[in-house]
């Protein structure tokens, strides 16, 4: 299968105007929201010309962080305000260099970051508001990012910035006095699979009802992806737990498909012309058991420093 074929719309057949170029824009969270799930696809994207951009709605100081995150939980006392709001912002600065780096490795030049703080994040009018005039300004064709009910659908900081990404693509069809850019109409939205249909692990997980139902085979540039991983050295993504990740997630969501891919989940029923039957389907039918297998047991090699040493103590109850 041909990576120009492989690339075609996120696994979609190619229907006619499929070869046009796509300007993708992909909304986290945090930081590293904006690649960790969808890093893989948007690299094909990038590779074949298309535009892609991230946003970041907040600046993520709280997430993971080595300074604020896990230096902070193990002090006797939590610094006076004033010299606290200048750690985190130090820390902000230092995830949006990780994730500049990281973004480049996938070809990406163009990152936002809304800097919202991510204390408690909000639906709120004015952060939809200028999440709609950024999108009227970068014009994309494909939204990527979180499912709305993730987790609890309430206080979970990925729903809650999916909520937000869904109300800014709506207002972004419509005016808004100030912004001299015209409405925009998006032609799919693609919600994050891992996390909002990976394994039931929790009460809200139970409700369940969420499907993948497009899988993008990333196995050729699952190096690239892990070394855009290996960049968020401030949240210790790097090493251990980025392996632990690729093969988790990544490697889960290959299936019986493929080595690594990437799910997602369609905002909208796709229409088609004719029955969509996508280049993977067509060379699956034509392979034998044997060499399907091949084509979903590779596997990366391991790192040096991912060895039987590294691993944690077991815990007892």
């Known amino acids: 299968m041909s990576k120009k074929k492989s690339a075609a719309v996120l696994g979609g057949a190619p229907d006619a105007g499929s070869d046009q170029k796509l300007r993708i824009v992909s909304i986290g969270a945090h930081p590293a929201d904006v690649f960790d799930q969808s890093g893989g696809t948007m690299l094909h994207h990038t590779a074949r010309g298309d535009y892609v951009a991230c946003i970041s709605l907040t600046h993520g100081a709280r997430v993971h962080d080595a300074v604020i995150s896990e230096d902070m939980f193990h002090r006797k006392e939590i610094p006076e305000a004033a010299e606290l709001t200048q750690m985190i912002g130090d820390r902000s600065d230092v995830k949006a260099q990780e994730v500049r780096k990281a973004c480049k490795i996938l070809g990406i030049d163009d990152v936002y970051f809304m800097g919202i703080d991510d204390s408690i994040m909000l639906v709120e009018r004015d952060t939809i508001r200028r999440l709609a005039r950024l999108l009227r300004q970068i014009r994309p064709d494909i939204i990527l990012t979180h499912y709305p009910f993730e987790g609890d ?22 005016v808004d006095p100030g912004d001299r850019n015209p409405p925009l109409r998006t032609m799919q939205t693609f919600f994050f699979g891992d996390g909002a249909a990976s394994v039931r692990n929790g009460l809200w997980d139970a409700r369940g009802g969420y499907t993948n139902d497009v899988f993008v085979d990333i196995t050729d540039v699952i190096d690239k992806k892990f070394a855009a991983m290996e960049c968020l050295v401030s949240q210790g993504y790097a090493g251990v737990y980025n392996r632990k990740r690729t093969e988790r997630s990544d490697g889960a969501f290959g299936g019986g498909s493929f080595s690594y891919g990437e799910g997602f989940i369609r905002g909208g029923s796709e229409k088609h012309y004719y029955l969509p039957i996508t280049a993977f389907a067509r060379q699956r039918a034509r392979s034998s058991d044997h060499e399907v297998m091949r084509h979903y047991s590779w596997r990366l090699p391991m790192p040096v420093a991912d060895t039987m040493a590294n691993r944690p103590p077991s815990l007892k109850e």
């Open 153 to 174: 659908g309430h206080v979970s900081p990925h729903a809650v910035a999916g909520q937000i990404a869904m109300h800014a693509a709506g207002f972004a069809g419509s």
